[in-house]
């Protein structure tokens, strides 16, 4: 069974920075695309990045590019995404995903809980 | 940034009758060389996360009722439950993967009449 653990989220004030992580287990980490994609509260979805399975390449959305990195730990089966220069409207429910398969081109199969970020003064 | 844009926003239909959902995209998400539509659609209960419904415009995900269907080609897409079950309520959001950053719609909310 498919499992995907985030954590990292909490309080942080703007400008500030955090790491979010996610644990997966019950498939080939190494072999899938992975993603993270936040819901700001009683919004829409929005995927802010993902990275490829073996070759690791990164995709991010227009909204956090510079700000955002988004990394995988293949032995260790953990994504991560590293937000730095936090601001106000990144305020959001985190999500991890993961995708069909290897490449960029991929829906997303599973998805976590998500852990929630809240950036306020 | 591709944009998709669902209709309507939210929808009330009774017990037993027919939802669809649509689903508009600002370019073409359909890929010529292996002739599939890279569009997909996912239902949110309320608190909880996403759950893949369709992918490749049409194929079901495995497990979900045959009530669910996908349709469409090119920018034109819809969502359409058969017959309206009540646990079917939800937030049901469109989502584009053929193009970087793949991108959402901004969901249909669906209830009960």
């Known amino acids: 069974e498919v499992q995907l653990l985030e954590s990292g989220g909490g309080l942080v004030q703007p400008g500030g920075s955090l790491r979010l992580s996610c644990a997966a287990s019950?498939?080939?980490?190494?072999?899938?695309?992975m993603s993270w994609v936040r819901q700001a509260p009683g919004k829409g979805l929005e995927l802010v990045a993902y990275?490829?399975?073996?070759?690791?390449?990164?995709y991010y959305a227009e909204s956090v590019k510079g700000r955002f990195t988004i990394s995988r730990d293949n032995p260790k089966n953990t994504l991560y995404l590293q937000m730095n220069n936090l601001r106000v409207e990144d305020t959001a429910l985190y999500y991890c995903?993961?995708?069909?398969?290897?490449?960029?081109?991929?829906?997303?199969?599973?998805w976590g809980r998500g852990t929630l970020v809240t950036v306020s003064s | 940034d591709t944009v998709m844009t669902q209709s309507p926003e939210s929808l009330a239909v009774s017990l037993g009758e027919r939802a669809t959902i649509n689903c508009k995209s600002s370019q073409s998400v359909f890929y010529s060389s292996n002739n599939k539509n890279y569009l997909a659609w996912y239902q949110q209960k309320p608190g909880q996360p996403p759950k893949l419904l369709i992918y490749w415009a049409s194929t079901r995900e495995s497990g979900v009722p045959d009530r669910f269907s996908g349709s469409g080609s090119g920018t034109d897409f819809a969502l359409t439950i058969s017959s309206l079950q009540a646990e079917d309520v939800a937030v049901y959001y469109c989502q584009q993967y053929e193009i970087p950053p793949h991108t959402f719609g901004g969901g249909t909310k669906v209830e009960i009449k």
């Open positions: 990275t490829t399975g073996s070759s690791g390449h990164a």
């Open positions: 019950g498939f080939t980490f190494s072999s899938c695309a």
């Open positions: 995903a993961k995708g069909n398969g290897d490449g960029a081109y991929t829906w997303l199969a599973s």
